[in-house]
Every structure is written in structure tokens, then in C-alpha cells.
């Protein structure tokens, strides 16, 4: 049987999400210091390290002045579509762009692409990974869309709770959000039960 393993999808960190974007998350860059330390566990285990981003083109249908509910935001090769800055992607991350046609709202980084056009569920069977640790922006939004279709397409998804946090368009969301996804399957954890898990699932391998 092949080897299964976990990787880590950090979504969508990006400036136009954080305090100061086009459309910001309420304190969207606090999860940056614990991704920061979640990205170092990751990569000092040898786990696979992905990182969405939202990249529309100008004229998204996503976008107000073209039918969709968002201001304009993360618009491709743009500044507010940058990964934030003090977010420490390792340089194996591989990069997960969606949203990227007219059409396409781009909520879930399962719908994502890499640079070359791989599919991210694909590359996900190929590398073996069964399940994903997943924090990021929004909770309320794409967090939930990647979360609920990687549930649907049978990966095991562990949500990083003290990782995310919520747009809100309406009080609560956040919470209803949570719900939803744990409803569905996600196993909620924090840094500590995280680390933990991970350091005795190696010393398993090596017994
Ligand atoms: C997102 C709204 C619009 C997100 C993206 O990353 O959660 N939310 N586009
Ligand atoms: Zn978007």
C-alpha cells in the first residue's frame, strides 16, 4: 500500500484579506504568526506545504461592478493579491491559484490549479496525501468551500482552528461556519494537539 500522508493548506493569506485590503478580514492577519509556526512543523516533518490564493482577472463576474456581491480584491499579479507579508512560505510550497477565469468564483482551493495546470485534488492522489490541515482566510468562505469539497472528494480534513478567521457579512457566520464543517467531518485542533499528533504519528513509521 502506499504511504498516506498529511499535508498543510494554508488559504488564501493574502493582502487584500488582511487590515488594510480591498476586502479585509477583521484582524485577518493575526492567523499569520501561528501559520507561521504550523508552516515550520510542516516543513521540518517533510509534509507537503500547499498555499491557495484568489487571482481574478479585472472583470471577474465575482466582482460588484459585474453582477457579484465582492468588491473588487485580489486581482491577478496585483499587490492585494501578494501572499501577506510576513506569511514564511517555505520554498517547496506549492502555490494553489483560483478564481482565475470570468466565471469562475473560486471559493474552493480544490477547484485550483498549480502554475503548469494540475489540478490541486489530483496532485493531492498522486502525492498520496489523505488528509489535509487546513487554516486561512475566510473561515466563513473559501475556508468552508475547500474544506466541504475535500470532504466530498474523501480526504480527511483536521481545521485549524486558532488559523482562521471570518469575513462576517452576518453576525455569526463564523459559528455557523464551524458547524458546518465539523457537521460534515473536520476534526477540529489547535497548535499544540496538532504538533503532538504529528511527532508520534512519526515515531509509529519508525517503530
Ligand atoms: C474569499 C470572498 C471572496 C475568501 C474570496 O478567500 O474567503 N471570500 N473571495
Ligand atoms: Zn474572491
Not at 516533518?45 to 491557495?52: C, D, L, Q, V
Not at 482566510?137 to 486558532?162: H, P
Not at 488559523?163 to 477540529?188: K, S, T
Amino acid at each position: 500500500m502506499p504511504k498516506r500522508r498529511a499535508a498543510l493548506l494554508v488559504v488564501d493569506v493574502q493582502n487584500d484579506f488582511c487590515p488594510g485590503g480591498a476586502l479585509a478580514v477583521t484582524d485577518g492577519d493575526r492567523v499569520v504568526p501561528v501559520l507561521n509556526r504550523y508552516l515550520a512543523l510542516f516543513h521540518r516533518k517533510g509534509s507537503p506545504i500547499f498555499a491557495s490564493r484568489d487571482w481574478h482577472p479585472t472583470d471577474s463576474a465575482h466582482f460588484k461592478p459585474h453582477g457579484g456581491p465582492w468588491p473588487p480584491h485580489c486581482v491577478k499579479e496585483s499587490e492585494g493579491a501578494a501572499f501577506h507579508p510576513r506569511l514564511t512560505l517555505p520554498p517547496e510550497t506549492i502555490v494553489i491559484s483560483k478564481g482565475a477565469t470570468r466565471w469562475d468564483d473560486g471559493y474552493s482551493a480544490l477547484q485550483g490549479t498549480t502554475e503548469n495546470g494540475t489540478p490541486l485534488p489530483l496532485l493531492l492522489k498522486q502525492m498520496a496525501v489523505d488528509r489535509l490541515y487546513v487554516g486561512g482566510l475566510a473561515t466563513d468562505y473559501c475556508v468552508k468551500a475547500s474544506v466541504m469539497e475535500a470532504i466530498k472528494l474523501g480526504f480527511s480534513i483536521t481545521l485549524l482552528t486558532d488559523a482562521v478567521a471570518a469575513v462576517n457579512v452576518a453576525p455569526g457566520d463564523e459559528e455557523r461556519a464551524f458547524q458546518e464543517m465539523i457537521a460534515a467531518g473536520a476534526q477540529p485542533a489547535t497548535f499544540d494537539e496538532v504538533s503532538q499528533t504529528l511527532d508520534s504519528s512519526a515515531q509509529k513509521v519508525e517503530q
